[in-house]
């Protein structure tokens, strides 16, 4: 969780770095950053509740429930 608000919090810092005329390249390279950051910790998340329902379908079917 707090991941995603530093993330949040660094892609407003960005939309401010390119609001004051910033350097577009720092301020764009910042936004992709921080919003690969966000989206990794999700994919991450649902990758492991993927990965939790397979162990449990495997260790069912090793039982001989399905």
């Known amino acids: 969780m707090l991941i995603a608000v530093l993330g949040a919090l660094?892609?407003?810092?960005?939309?401010v770095s390119f609001a004051n005329k910033g350097q577009?390249?720092?301020?764009?390279?910042?936004?992709?950053l921080d919003i690969s950051a966000i989206a990794?910790?999700?994919i991450a998340m649902y990758a492991m509740?993927?990965?939790?329902?397979?162990?449990?379908a495997?260790?069912?079917?090793?039982?001989?429930?399905?």
């Open 49 to 56: 509740a993927l990965l939790v329902v397979l162990l449990i």
């Open 58 to 66: 495997a260790a069912l079917s090793g039982l001989g429930f399905g």
């Open 40 to 42: 990794f910790q999700f």
């Open 10 to 15: 660094a892609l407003i810092l960005g939309v």
């Open 24 to 32: 577009n390249r720092i301020a764009g390279g910042a936004a992709a």
